[in-house]
């Protein structure tokens, strides 16, 4: 890795200034930023750096090397999508740009030049969806963001455009994610290539993922779904490159997992789905139970997946087992099989004795595997525990220990699961195999990364040996790529050194290398890992520099290998590599019971598979690429190949396929070991890249010239470094000019023929020269404009404060006088008003104090009065209470000095005791006990003397309170003396009392009765008064409640009709938005329903083409064209075609052999499916659109009743005007009949000039009689409207009367009280009453009337039988003349009673208006009678002559002659008849009607100068003449030929939007007509009398209109798709890179993968582009007559692709999201507006599509700080999803310095705030949606009978009837 000083343009004092920033290593972060404090100086040994943390250090040079740190890149480079962008390519660059976008952008790929590096995010992501596949489909490799889909996209392109095969080298570690990579690969190519055969391959494909998953997967402690195997598959593609077929490789298989897992591991998946749906019918023969029940699966302890279901997953596996085409019955098979080895793995063995071993009989799960396999008990019990062994003489049957027999099963289970394997992955490959020939293919290689482990054996030595070779062929396509870029550019080559692991191979493939000769030891006979671990010391340890011996270990070797030093253990190294099975085991297998082909196809090849044939007993296995077909005769020696020479073999042919090949490189990253969404491990990405080769690829990248530009792009970015005499023509000139002043070491850059190459480090330089000139530029442009901004505002704040200083001076001076004039008042004023407060204040104050100081002295003498009884009274209570005290005291005194003399006495006795005691004993020995203790009793003695003085003083005071209480107890004795005297004086006067207390009682109860009544007086008068103030309160507070209670009532009265009003409209407008939203959906799924089943009918359409041209393939030389086809095509209808198609397909089925006709049935019955369901929609299409209409006519159903009996009447009316119409017809062709019989009589015949004269006369003079008819019954319609006008103006009055009565009751309301508001509302009830008595008397009158009007009309019936018979027996002149007469006097007498029962004025004038009509009617008709009298007198006059003639004079006058006589005398006034607006033709010309007018007609052509939507106007003339005549075959044909014709022609050119808009206008009108001229009086409101005279009258089209309108549908949708497929290539170019304002966004650096340049070229599209393409299919529409609101529905449309492929674009590419950027995304929307604006469209909608994008581009251009940030974005944002907002923010990218990134901390604040949002998870718009369409009626104004047939269109076998 170069270091710092290698990589710097400049002297590195220029570069290692202060401020700048490095990178130095770390222990924990491996790499750490820091900045210089200090400028470097040539020499100095340490660098003064602070961290990040600001903790400063001082990091100390390398004393040999001087090499200084690694300078970190600016901030605008930091997340670039490419590594190579990086203008220093460092390790600690690379690391810090990984991390930057995977923890802060949650970007989980960047590319490294032709690497995508991908690292695992342990989350579901939403990017892998069909909208993500589908906006990269199509897409250039730098174009869109780094993803697995744009290696997929381009290993797509480079297959169509080079015709070359391309590889996609998935690796990685375990966990890394190389399997999901490889399978959205798949994905993607299935998607977006589509299947080229009736199979549905890429689904196929697919499905193989879930069996090899299942199968080939486990959990690990690294992965949860790790691939246990490598493979390589190939997709096959035809020559228009669509999926034909697959082919899949496997690479060692681990089988050593079937039989033993680590803790925390599981087994395959296969065997948890099988115990997990143990408990389904089909699998309880296989006795399985819980996965912890079998050893083979219980060794991890954790035999469940968090979030993963077996039982679901084995639904899915099974699902694709049967996809692939594997039947119910090997299903069953293998699950069989797979049971038998979870039995087999619990059988257990015993020892029997040291040296052999034995199964106990009756084992129950060796006995189910038995019955599983159809094998003996007795022959699999034995040979588990024996083995055979072969000399040249004899075969010896040898019993072996357990611990062998334990390694015998398990080793036969391994080979039984490899042999399902091999038989699952055969299967796989037979149903993927393709067809058809194989063009090209897209390989698919997911294989084991670079693995190192505490103990590495045999599977870790093949993994790594597999990625030497892969690294080598990596190094050498990537040193390939840069040579040949710099020769394409001819640039010097100089030769560039990277690694070459060639001597690493040579150490483990060459002759007598590791494999070579570990297969030779494998060969001796007492081979051991020992022996061969001595052989690798002595061939290697001295000669090769990589391969090196353990210290402490004579088992082991070390390789050191591209990525790192790996140490072998050699341990099972030789078992592993045979990898052998005993062959009676297998022999008992072959020999099952079952009739199961599975077993049989298992083991029929065991021949080579009882010797070393793939796997190792203890590792990964299975090597084959291809099982080649063994030939019967070869010898056994050849199948004998070890596991290792398999493995080189195979490893061979992978890369002879890879060099055949286009690799592709994905390289996958496990960002932790602990599985943690998002966290990124500094320590294990650094080792993972290091072992990929991506800092291998930086390192080549960096060694030559890394940073490449255009001359554009820099001429572009660089534009502010040069000077405007510097700026020339030539960008290349002025490039090398500019850049030799600014870089004086031309050996840092080169100049090539599209691009400048420059040295690592070059860019950062230049970059900081730009940011240098527009900092100093943004620093003189904010002074100038800074100094204008405060000059201007000091000036305006200058004059401000004269003006304010001017007008307030004034102010306060008028302030001033007025204060004057007002304080001399206010003196004045105050001086009298303050003698006369003063004056009152001291009378007040005088008065006051006289009264207090009376007051005060009596309450003063009263107070001391009380004060001296009260000292009185208290001395006595004191005398007596302190006698008491003194007495208790005594008595206290008195117990406590006996108790102390008792215990006193006690003391003195104990004492003397001891005393005795001690005197009693031993003097001596208690001294010699109590040494010492003399100081202690005299201390005692001491304290006891002091005690006896206390007692003598204690007894001298009892003697003084003994003394004291003597005296005392002689004064009380007296007075108990004097008491006693007391006593008996109060018992002389005890009787004196008693009298004096009774008269004293009666006195008090007297005084208690008045009291009490005195006080029930007072209760009583304040119990009333409490009352009455109670009651005069209540009444208050019940008036204020009634007033509050009416006011609320009035509110609520107001609040609930308006209320009510609101709700009423608020539901009605909710139940129409309702309605239409789900009449929209019906509408949509109708549409995308129409849009399956034209895609079906085109599929089946094509398989019948296939078909007939598989069985009746053209001669050369005869073959038909397309014009020829499509005019022999037109001359048939549809139901031919399809009868032709069915014979067709039915003859090439009996013809071709093994055709597959299951797809033909499957979607014939899709095909009645979705017509059913097409029927059903359209019914509720229909009733929807009935519930729609049906509120709108809500209103007028009253109407139609009151309407009902009068239009039977017409109806009644209308049908006896038909028979009289009826008879006149029948009268005239009999006098035709009567006129052809005289004529006969004479010479001229019927065909003869006076005959045809006569008959034309008669002709007119029918059609002169209609008319008058016809306006004899407009006058009776007339008459019937005024009626009705009359009627509806009576509805409308009774209808406005409640209105008055709601408002009069509104009126009422606000009088005030409630009681009147009662009596209002009985007044109201009686009124309604009435009202309805009157209503009920009306419809009673209306009854008798109507009884009356029946009555009427049965005399009337009477009337007209009677006339009709006496008209029966008139002659036929006067039989014509009485009806019309007594049909209009009729009518005339029915219209004058109406109006004189309505309006007797009315009465009168239409009375004189009906007869001056009369009178014109009679004097017409006596004009007719008189020209038919003339015309039968020279009827007579002719007949005459004809019979004068003679037969010579009729020969010899010529027809001509006779002619200009008969006609010249008559001289008959005739009037020319009115064309009726319809085209007749032939019944045979419907196929040159067809032809001429739609499928040769061309729009840019013939029609583009004819009326619009004439080819709808002619056949709809042509449909009304067929509907004239009543010919139910030629209107049925004419619209079958129309409908498929359109749809022919449309399928020819369907891709010309000319053609699709011009028919979709045509259809359209041609619908329109149909619906204007039906009949049905809703499309008929716009029509005129001639329009409504031109209505079909025989059928009813509206199925056919429903045909139409789904046709309509389909031309729409095509047109859509027809346009997005020229607007698509146009939006991204023009709406997001082009800059349509120049020099506002610079373009940054990229890296190898260039992106398409911004700058206009001659081939790019820009915004002008897309506005003159909108601008075409607007004119082009209207050219062609499209209705306005389809118009409007089509750019609506428009605008949504564009809005969405933009958002969806903007989503995708960091680049794009930028300040910059946003305010060139809104410029191209205002002008998008501003052409909405120009051609009316302001309304359509298309503003709103586009509201995402603008929001986005708004988004970009916020700021993105602080927290009401994030409240404005939340709030301004609501048309964005959560998802697309953060995805916005995280790949925001500043362009300059100027901009800052937005932080983590404020995109997690958005994603809390919008946490709430109800709103779909997906991040891109759906661009395939399409609107529902919708055809409003558009009639037309256009008279039929004036349209003219131009002679261009070859229609002259029309005729206008």
């Known amino acids: 890795m170069e270091k710092g000083h290698d990589s710097c343009s400049m002297a590195a004092s220029e570069l290692y200034t202060k401020f700048a920033r490095v990178w130095i290593p770390d222990a924990e972060e491996v790499w750490k930023s820091a900045e210089l404090t200090k400028n470097y100086k040539h020499g100095d040994s340490t660098l003064h750096l602070t961290l990040e943390d600001g903790m400063d250090i001082e990091h100390k040079l390398d004393d040999k090397t ?70 990269y489909s199509g897409q250039n490799m730098g174009d869109m963001d780094p993803h697995i889909f744009a290696v997929a996209e381009e290993a797509y392109k480079q297959m169509a455009r080079d015709e070359r095969n391309q590889s996609i080298i998935v690796s990685g570690e375990s966990g890394a994610g190389k399997t999901v990579s490889a399978k959205y690969a798949m994905r993607y190519f299935a998607t977006v290539s589509g299947a080229a055969t009736e199979a549905n391959v890429e689904e196929k494909v697919l499905a193989s993922n879930p069996i090899m998953e299942a199968i080939g997967n486990a959990k690990t402690t690294r992965n949860d779904n790790s691939s246990r195997f490598g493979k390589y598959i190939e997709i096959g593609f035809d020559k228009r490159y669509r999926i034909i077929g697959a082919n899949m490789r496997t690479y060692l298989l681990e089988k050593s997992r079937v039989v033993f897992q680590a803790d925390e591991e599981r087994n395959y998946h296969i065997f948890y789905q099988l115990c997990a749906s143990s408990h389904l019918p089909e699998f309880k023969n296989l006795k399985l139970g819980s996965a912890d029940d079998f050893h083979c699966t219980n060794q991890g302890q954790n035999p469940i997946i968090d979030g993963v279901d077996d039982a679901k997953e084995m639904c899915t ?95 036969l289970a391994k080979h039984i699961y490899a042999k399902v394997f091999n038989w699952i992955v055969d299967h796989v490959n037979k149903s993927l195999r ?6 090209s293919f897209i390989g698919v290689l997911d294989i084991y990364g670079f693995e190192t482990f505490e103990i590495n054996s045999f599977e870790q030595f093949c993994i790594n040996y597999a990625n030497e070779k892969l690294q080598q062929q990596f190094n050498m396509h990537v040193f390939k790529l840069e040579q040949e870029e710099y020769l394409k550019e001819q640039i010097p080559w100089t030769l560039i050194d990277f690694y070459d692991n060639q001597p690493c191979i040579n150490l483990i493939e060459a002759k007598m290398g590791v494999l070579d000769l570990l297969d030779e030891e494998c060969k001796m006979p007492k081979g051991s890992d020992d022996s061969w671990a001595q052989k690798l010391y002595n061939t290697h340890l001295k000669t090769c520099s990589l391969f090196e011996k353990p210290r402490m270990s004579n088992k082991a070797f070390i390789i050191q290998h591209f990525a790192d030093k790996v140490q072998y253990q050699c341990d099972g190294f030789l078992e592993k590599n045979k990898d052998t099975v005993n062959e009676e085991q297998i022999n008992v297998l072959k020999a099952s019971k079952l009739k199961l082909d599975l077993l049989v196809e298992l083991f029929q090849d065991e021949e080579k598979a009882t010797s070393p044939t793939g796997t190792a007993a203890g590792g990964r296995t299975r090597l084959s690429v291809k099982p080649k077909e063994i030939r019967p005769g070869a010898s056994s020696k050849e199948h004998k190949k070890t596991v290792g020479c398999q493995f080189r073999n195979s490893l061979a042919m992978l890369m002879e396929t890879l060099n055949a090949t286009t690799p592709h490189y994905v390289r996958c990253i496990k960002p932790n070991d602990l599985k943690f969404p998002f966290t990124f491990d500094p320590k294990r990405a650094v080792q993972q890249l290091r072992a990929c080769g991506v800092l291998e690829t930086i390192r080549i990248s960096a060694a030559g010239f890394p940073s490449r530009w255009t ?91 004269i003006t304010i200083q001017r007008y307030t001076r004034g102010h306060q001076a008028r302030c001033l006088v007025k204060y004057m004039r007002q304080t001399l008042a206010a003196i004045t004023i105050q001086k009298f008003q303050r003698m006369c407060v003063q004056r009152k204040l001291y009378l007040q104050k005088q008065a006051a104090a006289l009264v207090m100081q009376t007051i005060l002295r009596a309450y003063m003498a009263r107070q001391k009065y009380q004060g001296l009884l009260r000292n009185h009274k208290a001395v006595f209570i004191q005398k007596h209470v302190r006698g008491w005290l003194a007495r208790q005291r005594y008595k206290r005194s008195l117990r406590a000095i006996v108790y102390l003399q008792c215990c006193i006495r006690r003391m003195k006795a104990k004492k003397e005791l001891k005393k005795l005691k001690i005197e009693a004993r031993s003097v001596e020995h208690f001294k010699k006990l109590n040494v010492g203790m003399e100081n202690k009793i005299m201390q005692l003695q001491r304290k006891l003397d002091e005690q006896a003085k206390d007692n003598r003083v204690t007894s001298e005071r009892l003697n003084c309170l003994e003394t004291s209480h003597a005296v005392e107890s002689e004064k009380l004795k007296v007075e108990v003396s004097k008491l006693k005297g007391i006593e008996e004086e109060a018992k002389n006067n005890a009787n004196r009392v008693t009298s004096l207390l009774e008269e004293l009682e009666k006195l008090r109860k007297e005084l208690t009765t008045t009291q009490k009544e005195k006080k029930t007086i007072e209760d009583w008068a304040t119990k009333y008064r409490d009352e009455m103030e109670k009651m005069v309160a209540e009444l208050k507070e019940q008036n204020g409640l009634l007033k509050t209670e009416k006011d609320d009532l009035n509110r609520m009265i107001k609040e609930q009709s308006q209320q009510m009003t609101e709700k009423m409209a608020r539901a009605l407008a909710e139940e129409t938005q309702q309605l239409e939203s789900d009449l929209n959906e019906e509408r949509s799924r109708y549409q995308n329903l129409l849009t399956e089943h034209l895609r079906l009918e085109e599929r089946y359409d094509d398989l019948k083409e296939e078909i007939t041209l598989s069985v009746s393939v053209p001669k050369p030389g005869h073959r038909r064209t397309d014009s020829t086809h499509s005019s022999n095509g037109s001359e048939c209808t549809y139901n031919s075609e399809f009868a032709e198609s069915e014979e067709s397909s039915r003859h090439g089925e009996d013809v071709t052999r093994g055709m597959d006709t299951s797809l033909t049935l499957k979607l014939q019955k899709r095909v009645t499916e979705l017509e059913q369901e097409k029927s059903s929609l359209r019914n509720e299409l229909e009733n929807k659109e009935e519930q729609f209409q049906r509120a709108r006519v809500r209103d007028d159903e009253e109407h139609r009743k009151s309407r009902g009996a009068e239009l039977e009447y017409e109806s009644l009316k209308r049908q006896e005007l038909d028979s009289e119409n009826k008879k006149l017809k029948h009268d005239l062709t009999a006098m035709r009949q009567s006129l052809l019989g005289n004529a006969g009589a004479g010479a001229g015949a019927p065909g003869s000039p006076p005959y045809k004269v006569l008959m034309d006369q008669l002709n007119s003079s029918c059609e002169e009689l209609e008319v008058r008819k016809e306006e004899v019954l407009i006058l009776r319609s007339q008459l019937v409207s005024q009626k009705e006008a009359m009627q509806h103006k009576d509805e409308k009055e009774t209808m406005t009367e409640p209105v008055h009565y709601v408002e009069d009751v509104h009126k009422m309301k606000d009088s005030g009280a409630i009681t009147q508001a009662y009596l209002g509302l009985k007044e109201t009830n009686r009124l309604l009453e009435g009202q309805m008595q009157q209503q009920r008397r009306s419809y009673d009158n209306e009854v008798e009337v109507l009884r009356g009007e029946l009555q009427s009309v049965k005399e009337e019936n009477n009337r007209q039988q009677q006339l009709l018979a006496q008209n029966l027996q008139l002659p036929p002149e006067a039989r014509i003349e009485a009806s019309l007469q007594h049909e209009i006097t009729r009518l005339t007498n029915e219209n004058l009673e109406m109006l004189l029962t309505e309006d007797p004025t009315a009465y009168r004038s239409a009375k004189v208006n009906i007869l001056r009509r009369m009178v014109d009617l009679m004097e017409q008709l006596e004009k007719q009678d008189k020209t038919i009298r003339k015309l039968k007198k020279q009827l007579k006059v002719f007949s005459k002559k004809i019979g004068e003639m003679g037969a010579g004079q009729g020969e010899t006058i010529s027809p001509g002659q006779m002619v200009e006589e008969t006609v010249r005398p008559v001289n008959i006034p005739r009037r020319e008849k009115d064309f009726q607006g319809m085209l007749e033709y032939k019944k045979e010309d419907e196929l040159k009607l067809v032809k001429n007018l739609i499928l040769e007609l061309k729009p840019r052509g013939v029609a583009v100068n004819l009326i619009p939507g004439l080819p709808a106007y002619i056949l709809f003339m042509c449909l009304r003449h067929a509907d004239y005549v009543n010919d139910d075959q030629k209107v049925r044909t004419l619209l079958t030929s129309t409908i498929n014709s359109i749809k022919k022609i449309l399928k020819k050119r369907g891709d010309d939007f000319e053609t699709v808009s011009f028919w979709l206008s045509n259809t359209c009108r041609f619908l329109h007509c149909l619906k204007q001229y039906s009949g049905d009086e809703s499309f008929m409101k716009h029509n005129t009398p001639k329009q409504n005279d031109h209505c079909l009258s025989n059928f009813d089209l509206a199925e056919y209109r429903q045909v139409l309108s789904d046709l309509a549908i389909q031309i729409y949708q095509q047109l859509i798709k027809c346009m997005e497929n020229i607007l698509q290539p146009m939006i991204v170019s023009g709406m997001l890179e082009h800059e349509t304002i120049q020099g506002v966004s610079g373009v940054k650096p990229t890296g190898l993968r260039k992106r398409t340049s911004s700058i206009a070229d001659e081939g790019t599209y820009t915004l002008e582009s897309i506005l003159r393409q909108l601008s075409a299919f607007h004119s082009t529409m209207c050219q062609h007559g499209t209705d306005p609101e389809l118009i409007k529905q089509v750019v609506k449309q428009q605008f949504y692709i564009i809005g969405a492929v933009t958002l969806n674009n903007l989503l995708l590419r960091k680049d794009m999201c930028s300040w910059s950027k946003g305010m060139q995304i809104r410029y191209n929307v205002s002008q998008l507006e501003e052409w909405l604006r120009d051609k009316s469209l302001m309304l359509c909608g298309a503003k709103e599509t586009l509201e995402p994008l603008i929001q986005a581009a708004q988004l970009l251009q916020v700021k993105k700080k602080t927290d009401e940030d994030a409240e404005a974005i939340c709030s301004m944002c609501n048309s964005l999803s959560t998802s697309q907002i953060v995805k916005v923010l995280n790949l925001y990218t500043p362009v300059n310095e100027f901009e800052e990134r937005v932080s983590v901390t404020f995109i997690r604040t958005i994603q809390t705030r919008l946490r709430d949002r109800c709103e779909t998870p997906q991040l891109l718009m759906d661009t395939k949606i399409i609107y529902p369409v919708t055809f409003p009626f558009n009639p037309s104004s256009l008279a039929l009978e004036t349209i003219q047939i131009p002679g261009s269109l070859n229609l002259a076998f029309l005729t206008r009837v």
Request: glycine fraction near 4%; aromatic fraction near 8%.
């Open 66 to 135: 001087k090499n200084l740190p690694h300078l970190r890149n600016p901030d605008i480079l930091v997340g670039e999508n490419d590594l190579t962008a990086l203008s220093y390519l460092h390790e600690p660059a690379v690391l810090h740009n990984l991390k930057v976008r995977f923890t802060d952008s949650k970007l989980i790929y960047t590319y490294c030049g032709i690497v995508l590096v991908a690292i695992n995010p342990y989350e579901n992501l939403p990017i892998y969806g069909s909208d993500i596949i589908n906006a």
């Open 317 to 411: 596996t099974r699902h694709a087992f049967s996809l692939l085409g594997i039947n119910e019955l090997n299903q069953r098979g293998l699950f069989q099989v797979l049971a038998a080895i979870l039995h087999l793995g619990n059988v257990e063995i015993k020892d029997r004795d040291s040296d052999s071993s034995i199964i106990p009989p009756n084992n129950r799960h060796l006995t189910v595997f038995c019955e599983l396999m159809g094998v003996t008990y007795q022959d699999m019990s034995h040979w588990l525990c024996h083995k055979k062994l072969k000399t040249a003489q004899e075969t010896y049957i040898k019993p072996i220990p357990r611990l062998q027999a334990s390694n015998a099963r398990d080793a």
């Open 434 to 439: 393709a067809t058809v020939k194989q063009h």
């Open 711 to 801: 001359y554009q792009e820099f001429f572009s970015r660089y534009r502010v470094l040069m000077k405007q005499k510097d700026v020339l023509s030539d960008r290349r000139l002025t490039c090398r000019n500019v850049l030799e002043k600014l870089v004086q070491d031309q050996d840092k850059y080169q100049f090539g023929k599209t691009k400048i190459f420059f040295r690592a480090g070059q860019v950062a330089y230049l970059e900081k020269l730009r940011a240098d000139k527009l900092r100093k530029a943004c620093v003189r442009i904010q002074k100038t404009i800074r100094c204008w901004l405060v000059r201007k505002k000091y000036l305006r704040k200058k004059h401000a404060a």
